[in-house]
Every structure is written in structure tokens, then in C-alpha cells.
């Protein structure tokens, strides 16, 4: 299985948006759970949104709810990030992770601790 590719991450002021891809071959087909995810300096990694690609069901962190958008492009096998009203609290390293699932989940899909494939991420820096 491909790892995912992120692309997209950049500088922008407070308040800006930024759009994040991810390339996810042979992920959009069937039952998987692709997530973003983000890493701040000194910071633990943290689940911010996550789409069941077969259900296109979403799911996001308290904190980026209202601002971010996951997206699927099935046609191009690319998920999507945009994000709006971006804060300096959003500077992070941000990574695409999948995982496959059968049946019913019990498990929040920002659990990063479910994902196996990770991409090498791509960094947004918020500026104020």
C-alpha cells in the first residue's frame, strides 16, 4: 500500500486559509478512515478531522470545528484540508494518515493510535 503524500502547507497571516492535499491512491475505493492530523514544537500529535471514505461521513476536533473541512475527490484519490480563520494555535506540522476498517467502528476516528499509514507531512505556519 502507497503511503499518503501531503502538499499544500505554507506561511499565511491570522485569519488567512490554506487548502492541504493529500494523494491517497488505493485509499478512496473502499472502507478506510483518512485522517489529518498535527503536530506542534513540544506538543503531542492531535487528531483535527477525519473522513469514512466510503460514507464521506466527517469528523472534526472541538478546536478547528466551523474553520476546517475535510474532502474527498474520489476521481483524483485526494483528500482535501481547507482551512479558514486560521490562528497561530494552528502552526503545525500536518500529517495524512489512513486506515482501514471493517464493520462497526467503536473507536473515534481522530484516535491516531488506529492509523497505519502515515505521510512524511507538510508544515503551516500561521503568522500574527
Known amino acids: 500500500q502507497a503511503l499518503p503524500v501531503e502538499s499544500g502547507g505554507g506561511s499565511v497571516q491570522a485569519g488567512g486559509s490554506l487548502s492541504l492535499s493529500c494523494a491517497a491512491s488505493g485509499y478512496t475505493s473502499d472502507s478506510w478512515y483518512i485522517g489529518w492530523f498535527r503536530e506542534a514544537p513540544g506538543e503531542e500529535r492531535e487528531g483535527v478531522a477525519a473522513i469514512n471514505t466510503r460514507s464521506e461521513i466527517t469528523y472534526y476536533a472541538d478546536s478547528v470545528k466551523g474553520r476546517f473541512t475535510i474532502s474527498q475527490d474520489n476521481a483524483k484519490n485526494t483528500i482535501y484540508l481547507h482551512m479558514n480563520n486560521l490562528r497561530r494555535e494552528d502552526t503545525a506540522m500536518y500529517y495524512c494518515?489512513?486506515?482501514?476498517?471493517?464493520?462497526?467502528?467503536?473507536?473515534?476516528?481522530?484516535?491516531?493510535?488506529?492509523?497505519?499509514?502515515w505521510g512524511q507531512g507538510t508544515q503551516v505556519t500561521v503568522q500574527v
Open positions: 494518515a489512513a486506515t482501514r476498517f471493517a464493520g462497526v467502528v467503536t473507536w473515534t476516528p481522530l484516535d491516531l493510535r488506529r492509523y497505519a499509514y
